[in-house]
């Protein structure tokens, strides 16, 4: 089954990738699979304040994956599968990609301005040596209401 791989947050950017992805995965009988990360802390002078940033920050986006798996349900009928990691935002999705060979595409959304984003920056860069085409969906980009046939 193809899989669209989008990276969640509360970004405007990322609710038009996953858009994107929803609409694509329904065309085609696929997946999508939400991925969402939080900054790995460095307060390593006390590990019992860190362990408890990062469960906090792991746990609001974790609500936050399962609000926009629901919205999305609804939306296009499609149940997503749902991957929260801590660490380096460009490390993880690297690594999950090598480490699912059902992920057709990955999917992000470039935020408005001269700045896409630290994820559209890095991966336009390496996207040759990506194991899947990166599809860049600009934000507030609605497939509905363009123009053109996708």
């Known amino acids: 089954m193809r899989t669209f791989l989008v ?5 405007d950017e990322a609710r038009a990738a996953l ?10 009988g696929g997946a999508v699979h939400l991925l969402a990360f939080v900054a790995q802390q460095s307060v390593s002078a006390f590990g019992g304040v860190q362990a408890t940033i990062e469960q906090e920050a792991r746990d609001r986006a974790e609500m936050l994956a399962h609000g926009v798996a629901g919205n999305l349900l609804a939306e296009s009928g ?7 990691k801590i660490g380096n935002g460009p490390k993880i999705v690297t690594e999950f990609l090598e480490g699912h060979k059902e992920v057709a ?13 630290p994820l559209v920056s890095h991966f336009a860069t390496v996207a040759g040596s990506l194991p899947c085409p990166l599809y860049i969906v600009p934000e507030g980009y609605d497939e509905k209401n363009s123009d053109h046939e996708a």
């Open 7 to 11: 990276i969640i947050d509360e970004s």
């Open 19 to 28: 858009r994107y992805a929803a609409r694509r995965a329904v065309a085609v």
């Open 105 to 117: 595409a990955l999917v992000l959304g470039a935020a408005k301005g001269s700045a896409p984003g």
């Open 78 to 84: 499609v149940m997503p599968t749902i991957s929260v």
